[in-house]
């Protein structure tokens, strides 16, 4: 699909389907418009719409409700604008034409939202389906607003276009997504993007003691990586390390999931994704700030090789961890990452992983949960998060809760003593890895309720949603 901006206002080509934004009142419509949409039950509340047939330019007018104008958020033009997508698609328009979207509210904001509206919520992945039917896909689209406003929607449109990478490599399958898989995805942005890209296998994860990455790799017949993408411009102002769990699928290892519990792991490398999204936007919008990309990469699987409760190991940083289950797997791998990230000596080191079904329990299936000691780094990111709509809830370090991942023969134990609290236990866990004296500021989001949806929710179709992709480009390009 092809996207355009126009100022041409109003938009008098012709096209499939024209898409009108409306708010609660219909002050833009005419007066014989409005009564129409009244007899068909629409007035311009969130998520209402009414396909109708046009006019000889348009031949078929789609209504989208804004709700109250004094109460329009981005997430509600994000929101408006999808569902118009969907019903463009749904009378198989080919040329569509957009306007009048809460540009003259939240001016450049709804530039931009709508950008991501209309990308974020065409994306289907339905690349292994063979029905035509299926296949569909709008030519172009056209978005009418001010001339001011055309870099935010350009930027919403790199935005939401990373996102949708990250979900595409998400919802691919563990047989075809493997660690080696992500490292040569990893591999090709940053030749598109002129990023340094180091891969290590299996002879430099030891060189470098990764023990969490090698040990949990070893019950794989698809061997672990890890990945450190650079992108530095002339003069950064600031250096930040980004860390992704990328768990091509988590069985559990010999610690064996239950059925209704395995399904879906193949989503367990949504924090890797969302990283190689998040260098994808870096590599377009070229912000001054140096970013450095690492991903440990694993498959978790039972073996005659693999790891197994009781086994102990020692990090290169000197703490060592016994196993208490071999399915907590993410902290282990992204110890080692956290360990080599803190080397850099970032101004911000944040990592992002589908970590713990406990933050899930916390806070549901639409909420990440935000770890950090630095206020001011959790005020930044959640205000970038209620803006993007990408849901964050500040969670506690609760010191009291150091005593349940105490080891009983070595520091630290990779499970929790009791499952109370075991998100939180999690992240206290990854701290003892983020060396303070060289990381100025860390934060952990733990994704696993959000990167994989079930069922469609706002914009976005089931499946991954992409998250935190938008707001942590936003925080770096911010920074
Ligand atoms: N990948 C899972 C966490 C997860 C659960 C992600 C649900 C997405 C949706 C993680 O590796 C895991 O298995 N965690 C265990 C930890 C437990 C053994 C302490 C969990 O959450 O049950
Ligand atoms: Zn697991
Ligand atoms: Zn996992």
Redesign the pocket.
């Known amino acids: 699909m092809k996207i355009a901006y126009t100022h041409e206002l109003p938009p008098n080509k012709k096209a499939d389907a024209l898409v009108i934004g409306v708010y609660e009142g219909m002050k833009n419509l005419t007066k014989e418009e409005a009564l129409q949409l009244k007899n068909l039950n629409f007035s311009g509340k969130v998520r209402e719409v009414v396909t109708l047939p046009g006019t000889e330019n348009f031949k078929t007018l789609i209504y989208v409700g804004l709700g109250k104008k004094s109460e329009l958020k981005s997430d509600t033009v994000r929101l408006a604008a999808a569902k118009g997508v969907k019903s463009a698609k749904k009378v198989k328009a080919k040329k569509v034409v957009f306007e009048l979207f809460g540009m003259d509210k939240l001016k450049e904001k709804a530039a931009k939202a709508v950008a991501e509206g209309i990308v974020l919520g065409n994306y289907q992945f339905k690349k292994y389906k063979s029905g035509k039917e299926e296949k569909f896909e709008i030519e172009k689209i056209t978005v009418a607003g001010e001339k001011e406003y055309r870099k935010e929607f350009e930027t919403g449109y790199i935005l939401a276009e990373a996102a949708n990478f990250t979900r595409d490599i998400v919802n691919e399958p563990g047989n075809v997504v493997t660690p080696e898989k992500l490292a040569e995805i990893a591999e090709e942005i940053s030749e598109e993007y002129s990023f340094k890209c180091k891969v290590f296998k299996e002879k430099d994860l030891e060189k470098n003691q990764m023990v969490g990455i090698l040990t949990v790799g070893r019950g794989s017949k698809n061997p672990p990586r890890f990945i450190h993408i650079t992108y530095k411009p002339k003069n950064p102002k600031k250096r930040i390390v980004l860390v992704g769990k990328g768990?091509t699928f988590?069985s559990?290892g010999l610690n064996i999931k239950p059925e209704q519990f395995m399904k879906t792991?193949k989503?367990?490398k949504a924090g890797a994704c969302a990283v190689l999204g998040i260098m994808k936007a870096i590599g377009q919008l070229k912000p001054d700030v140096e970013v450095h990309a690492l991903i440990p990469t694993v498959e978790n699987m039972p073996d005659g090789k693999a790891y197994r409760p009781d086994d102990i190991i020692v990090y290169k940083n000197g703490k060592s961890v016994e196993i208490h289950?071999t399915?907590?797997?993410?902290r282990l791998i992204l110890a080692d990452a956290l360990i080599y990230g803190s080397e850099l000596e970032p101004d911000v080191m944040i990592d992002m992983a589908?970590?713990?079904?406990?933050c899930?329990v916390a806070l549901g299936h639409y909420t990440s949960g935000l770890f950090t000691e630095d206020d001011k780094l959790a005020t930044a990111l959640l205000k970038l998060s209620s803006e993007t709509g990408e849901k964050m809830w500040r969670m506690p370090l609760d010191e009291d809760l150091k005593e349940d991942i105490k080891g009983t023969y070595s520091d630290l134990q990779n499970?929790?003593k009791t499952r109370y609290g075991?998100a939180i236990t999690a992240a206290l866990f990854l701290r003892n890895f983020v060396d303070s004296k060289k990381v100025k500021s860390w934060a952990h989001i733990d994704i696993?309720g959000p990167a994989f949806l079930d069922k469609e929710w706002k914009y976005y179709s089931a499946g991954a949603s992409g998250q935190p992709v938008r707001t942590i480009v936003e925080f770096i390009v911010e920074s």
């Open positions: 768990v988590d559990g792991m989503s367990d289950s399915d907590a797997e993410g589908t970590l713990t079904g406990a899930v499970v929790g075991g696993a």
